[in-house]
């Protein structure tokens, strides 16, 4: 079955700078991958997805890259603010399955 | 403006004792999902339900049960609550399995139910 590496468990950077998340998956037939954002006591929210026909997407500050052949995607976000503070989770899923595998999440720290 | 809309928020079993979790949404998606969070482990798929009538087990289904009488609730049942169930439950739902899009395999989770057992 498919499993999803995410890398940093914790990340802090100060405010403006930019923040990296990087995801592995093993399942080559895998084809959607999207982001979560879970802030404290909240259900995971969809922030930005993509699909494995297209290498980047991009909205405002927040973009992913896919890397089909290294079976990788990443999550960067531009001029953080202390607002992006909160739980960072990775997932893949297949086109022939609705259910998602998530990575164990990445805490990320915005200092201002 | 619903979405998925979760009860208990927070409970408290004693072991052995049993409880159901409510789950629906309004959105009239086919696929209704639950997902455990555990600290430190992200989120592992329990049961799942492609419509009314159909559900299929997830990574971790032991000790839990569920079924799916309508497209809009989505109940999860504990029989015997054992410590290792204590957890953050979420409830989600999709329109399809297709992927992304605005009504494809956006999966749309509630607040959560914090459930403890001891």
């Given at each position: 079955?498919?499993?999803?590496?995410?890398?940093?468990?914790?990340?802090?950077?100060?405010e403006g700078d930019s923040a990296?998340?990087?995801?592995?998956?093993?399942?080559?037939?895998?084809?959607?991958?999207?982001?979560?954002?879970?802030?404290?006591?909240?259900?995971?929210?969809?922030?930005?997805?993509?699909?494995?026909?297209?290498?980047?997407?991009?909205?405002q500050r927040?973009?992913?890259?896919?890397?089909?052949?290294?079976?990788?995607?990443?999550?960067?976000i531009t001029e953080t603010q202390?607002?992006d503070?909160?739980?960072?989770?990775?997932?893949?899923?297949?086109?022939?399955?609705?259910?998602?595998?998530?990575?164990?999440?990445?805490?990320?720290?915005?200092?201002? | 403006?619903?979405?998925?809309?979760?009860?208990?928020?927070?409970?408290?079993?004693?072991?052995?004792?049993?409880?159901?979790?409510?789950?629906?949404?309004?959105?009239?998606?086919?696929?209704?999902?639950?997902?455990?969070?555990?600290?430190?482990?992200?989120?592992?798929?329990?049961?799942?339900?492609?419509?009314?009538?159909?559900?299929?087990?997830?990574?971790?289904?032991?000790?839990?049960?569920?079924?799916?009488?309508?497209?809009?609730?989505?109940?999860?049942?504990?029989?015997?609550?054992?410590?290792?169930?204590?957890?953050?439950?979420?409830?989600?739902?999709?329109?399809?399995?297709?992927?992304?899009?605005?009504?494809?395999?956006?999966?749309?989770?509630?607040?959560?139910?914090?459930?403890?057992?001891?």
């Open positions: 079955g498919e499993n999803v590496e995410q890398h940093p468990s914790t990340l802090s950077v100060q990296v998340i990087k995801c592995t998956y093993s399942d080559s037939a895998s084809n959607y991958f999207p982001w979560y954002k879970q802030e404290l006591g909240k259900g995971p929210q969809l922030i930005i997805d993509i699909r494995s026909n297209v290498g980047e997407k991009k909205d927040i973009a992913v890259t896919l890397n089909k052949t290294a079976k990788h995607f990443s999550l960067h202390p607002e503070s909160a739980v960072y989770f990775c997932a893949a899923s297949r086109r022939s399955q609705g259910n998602l595998i998530f990575g164990k999440g990445t805490k990320l720290s915005v200092k201002p | 403006n619903a979405g998925v809309t979760q009860t208990p928020k927070f409970r408290i079993l004693k072991i052995g004792q049993s409880m159901t979790l409510q789950c629906a949404q309004d959105m009239n998606h086919n696929y209704m999902y639950w997902y455990r969070q555990d600290p430190g482990m992200g989120l592992k798929l329990i049961y799942y339900s492609v419509g009314a009538g159909i559900t299929d087990k997830g990574e971790v289904p032991n000790g839990y049960n569920v079924s799916r009488s309508t497209t809009e609730d989505f109940p999860l049942r504990l029989e015997l609550a054992a410590p290792s169930q204590t957890s953050v439950y979420f409830c989600a739902s999709s329109y399809s399995a297709a992927p992304g899009g605005a009504s494809g395999n956006t999966i749309y989770f509630g607040e959560g139910s914090w459930l403890t057992v001891v």
